[in-house]
T-cell receptor
Framework: EPEVTQTPSHQVTQMGQEVILRCVPI?????FYWYRQILGQKVEFLVS????????KSEIFDDQFSVERPDGSNFTLKIRSTKLEDSAMYFC??????????FGSGTRLTVV | RKEVEQDPGPFNVPEGATVAFNCTYS??????FFWYRQDCRKEPKLLMS???SGNEDGRFTAQLNRASQYISLLIRDSKLSDSATYLC??????????FGTGTRLTVIP
């Protein structure tokens, strides 16, 4: 079964550093998303991406965050200057435009 | 007001039991409804979509009541492998999803 692949699986970074989280979605997906889940809390929407541009973003997705699909396959989430409260699981997801998102296995980001 | 509300549990049930989870959503314009399963520190995985007429997939039955803005999931003949957190998920408007906090289920031998 096709998978959404995320790298790295775990990233530890110092506060104030930039991090880039990477995702390789399934090729026939039309929409791409980033979600995050702080430990013990619910999954929260960050941003959706369609036709190489952001289609919607949440209040969480402030100026510190950016997304790109630089080469038509990889889908990246960049956090420019990490804060302690950015520590969470970050999930990439793809949607073939029908229903039923497929989530990647996630990147655990720990900011110290 | 939370978009999606669930009883967080935990539900501890013996093998073979029937267990039901409930969920309510706040936005009457919501369009699509799902149950996802999440194992500890893993990604959410789609368990089943929920249709207005109700739908069944093996031991799992989902119901939707649009008038009451209520969604349910019934698991019959619980297995040890059913132990997980069950997430009620609603799609509203654009293509992003709103998640409940999840209901934790532990099936006991």
């Amino acid at each position: 079964e096709p998978e959404v692949t995320q790298t790295p699986s775990h990233q530890v970074t110092q506060m104030g550093q930039e991090v880039i989280l990477r995702c390789v979605p399934i090729s026939n997906h039309l929409y791409f998303y980033w979600y995050r889940q702080i430990l013990g809390q619910k999954v929260e929407f960050l941003v959706s991406f369609y036709n190489n541009e952001i289609s919607e973003k949440s209040e969480i997705f402030d100026d510190q965050f950016s997304v790109e699909r630089p080469d038509g396959s990889n889908f990246t989430l960049k956090i420019r200057s990490t804060k302690l409260e950015d520590s969470a699981m970050y999930f990439c997801a793809g949607d073939p435009g029908v229903y039923g998102y497929t989530f990647g296995s996630g990147t655990r980001l720990t900011v110290v | 007001r939370k978009e999606v509300e669930q009883d967080p549990g935990p539900f501890n049930v013996p093998e073979g039991a029937t267990v039901a989870f409930n969920c309510t959503y706040s936005n009457s314009a919501s369009q699509s409804f799902f149950w996802y399963r999440q194992d500890c520190r893993k990604e959410p995985k789609l368990l089943m979509s929920v249709y207005s007429s109700g739908n069944e997939d093996g031991r799992f039955t989902a119901q939707l009541n649009r008038a009451s803005q209520y969604i349910s999931l019934l698991i019959r003949d619980s297995k040890l492998s059913d132990s997980a957190t069950y997430l009620c998920v609603v799609r509203t408007g654009a293509n992003n999803l709103f998640f409940g906090t999840g209901t934790r289920l532990t099936v006991i031998p």
